[in-house]
Structures are given as structure tokens and as C-alpha cells.
């Protein structure tokens, strides 16, 4: 039986997953109408961010509290962005009610062990760790003490930081977890995704690995399905005119649809990897080259390159008996023009 989330095998399907962050304007009721639409575009399951302001960061205003380096939030400091950001706890109730009556699945990223303590009450059926948490290993240990499905995003960490972060998982005896490769960057350089690390990722750590992307597009996550990505995570917002932190890096309904259908056929396409013949393929071979009798022959005539051919289509011998045939064998009995060569034709 494969990793599940929910009801969801991972094993049998791709996980989408909508992102809401922030991308509700801090309207209760713009959140529900980006969870209906999030269902209507095909994802299977929402996740939400669970934090304050003050469970995130402290409210200074100096060099180190206030934005820089060419981000979108350049100029606030944290704490200002994270006001402006979060999900109000009171939320989670409908929005978590709301989601199961749509048949989505709902969890969270918790940012401190109120949080999770939080969850725990909503009995969430999975956690994320998000990008910048990876390096906090109480957290991630006290998170996979749960023993629910734990999922880690990898936008800043080194391999270290990967493999201490799996490690304090099976610490807490919790091997469920899936990796996300992710670039912490907002939005991200298409030419950074890098996702063609995704199968050495699985190999490295032998977990599931998927992908959290902040790419404006849908060719990341798509690449992303063909290299075998078992998860799928995108922000989700309602419309590009609502000013969000979020909204250079989301998909709108229409987008994340397209995504979807894209990357599920990406997903059915990568297949097994068993290299097998199927019934089409089968059934294609009759158009394939073979030999043929392309000019009457007499019996005991022998033939050659003016009376046998390998042409389509492929009801003949197969076309690598052609040099074993033709100036060495004889016909048994005469041949028409347009008769497949077959070996009870040939002395």
C-alpha cells in the first residue's frame, strides 16, 4: 500500500495540491468562493498556512526584520508582510468544512507547536513544513510525532538539510514523508526550477518527491509529472486583480485547470516504465516492412532484388531474412506478384 494523504494514494495518482497563502485579501468570503473555484479547476486538496505575526517572526523594525534583495516585498518588515498575510485562525473551522462537502482534502502548514497543537483539533490528516522551516528541527519532530504524512519542501536547504530533516522524522518513528522540490524564489526564473533533480532526490533519500512551485507558468509543474512527481503544489487566487502578496506567482482558475488536465496527462503518459508491446502497437506492426513477392515468379526461379522486396506492408517474412533469401533460395512452387514470402514458398 503506497503513502496516502487522506484517501489519497500517492502511488496510484498525482496529488494536486491549491495553495491559498494569502491570496484571500483577508475576506472570509473571498477564501470560500477560492475553495469552490479551486474544486471546479480540478484540485484535489487545499492547504492553508497556520500562523500569527507573532508565532512567525517579532515585531522589530531594523535591519534584519525589514525586506530586502530584490523581492516583491521589498520595503515592509516581517511583520508587516505577515499581517497582511496570514489566514485568521477562526477560519480554519468553515474553511476545513467547506472543503471536506466539496471533497477536497484540507491541511496546513504549521509554523509553531500552537499551530499544530491547533490542527491537531481540526484532526488534519497531514502536515507541511514549509521552505524556510526546514532548518527548525524541533518543529519538524514535534510535527512528525503526529505520525501523519509529513511533507517537506526543500526551497532552501542544502542536502544536510534535507537529510537532518528526514532523520528527525524517523527519530520520531514517522518514515511518512514526502519531499517537494521547490525554489524559495518569488517568482521563480523558469531556468531555476531545476526539476530534472526530482528522480535523484528520490533515489539520494527514498521518499516520494514532488514538486512546490513558484513559477509564473504551467510547464514546471508539467515537466515535473513526466519525471515522476507524486505531488503537484501551485498558488491558487481567485482573480489577478486582487493585490496579494502572493498574486505574481499564482494561477488563476482558468490557468490552474489547464495546469491540471496538463500535468494528469503528463502523469498517465510516464506510465510504468516497463517497456511492454500494446495492443495498438500490435496492431500497427501490419503496416510495418516485410518481404514481398513483387514480380511472378516460376517455380525454381530464384529470387532477387528484381522480384523481392522489403516493402510495407507487414505481412511477409520479417525484412531481416531479406540477405539469407534473396541470390542463395529458390520458390517452390510459382508465386504472384503481391503474395507475402512466407518459408513454405521458399526451397
Not at 491537531?120 to 503526529?146: C, G, M, Q, R
Request: charge should be negative; proline fraction near 5%.
Amino acid at each position: 500500500m503506497g503513502l496516502k494523504i487522506g484517501n489519497f494514494d500517492l502511488e496510484k495518482d498525482i496529488l494536486i495540491v491549491a495553495e491559498l497563502s494569502a491570496n484571500h485579501k483577508q475576506d472570509l468570503n473571498i477564501a470560500k468562493e477560492t475553495l469552490y473555484a479551486m474544486k471546479e479547476a480540478g484540485a484535489d486538496a487545499v492547504k492553508l498556512q497556520t500562523y500569527t505575526p507573532d508565532t512567525i517572526t517579532a515585531p522589530f523594525d531594523n535591519e534584519y526584520f525589514r525586506i530586502k534583495g530584490g523581492t516583491l516585498w521589498d520595503g515592509k518588515t516581517l511583520y508587516e508582510l505577515y499581517q497582511e498575510a496570514y489566514t485568521p485562525w477562526e477560519w480554519h473551522y468553515e474553511l476545513k468544512e467547506l472543503a471536506e462537502k466539496l471533497g477536497l482534502i484540507f491541511f496546513s502548514t504549521p509554523f509553531d507547536k500552537t499551530a499544530v497543537d491547533f490542527l491537531e483539533e481540526l484532526n488534519v490528516p497531514a502536515y507541511k513544513i514549509a521552505s524556510f522551516e526546514i532548518t527548525d528541527i524541533p518543529l519538524i519532530e514535534y510535527v512528525a510525532s503526529k505520525n501523519k504524512p509529513v511533507i517537506i519542501s526543500t526551497g532552501i536547504a542544502s542536502l544536510a538539510d534535507i537529510e537532518d530533516a528526514l532523520e528527525a522524522c524517523r527519530r520520531v518513528g514517522n518514515e511518512q514523508v514526502v519531499l517537494l522540490k521547490c525554489t524559495s524564489t518569488y517568482p521563480t526564473p523558469i531556468e531555476e526550477a531545476n526539476v530534472g533533480v526530482i528522480p535523484r532526490m528520490r533515489e539520494i533519500f527514498g521518499v516520494p518527491v514532488g514538486l512546490s512551485d513558484h513559477t509564473k507558468g504551467i510547464a514546471v509543474p508539467v515537466a515535473a509529472a513526466s519525471l515522476g512527481a507524486v505531488m503537484i503544489e501551485k498558488h491558487f487566487i481567485l482573480d489577478k486583480k486582487l493585490d496579494t502578496p502572493d498574486r505574481e506567482f499564482s494561477l488563476t482558475p482558468d490557468e490552474f485547470a489547464q495546469m491540471v488536465k496538463a500535468v494528469k496527462e503528463a502523469r498517465k503518459a510516464l506510465g510504468d516504465g516497463v517497456y511492454r508491446v500494446t495492443e495498438g502497437m500490435k496492431k500497427g506492426r501490419q503496416f510495418a516492412r516485410s518481404l514481398f513477392v513483387v514480380k511472378d515468379v516460376k517455380a525454381g526461379e530464384l529470387f532477387t532484388e528484381e522480384n523481392v522486396r522489403s516493402i510495407r506492408p507487414g505481412y511477409g517474412l520479417h525484412p531481416k531474412y531479406y540477405k539469407e533469401i534473396v541470390g542463395k533460395r529458390r520458390a517452390r512452387k510459382d508465386i504472384k506478384a503481391g503474395t507475402p514470402l512466407s518459408w513454405d514458398l521458399i526451397d
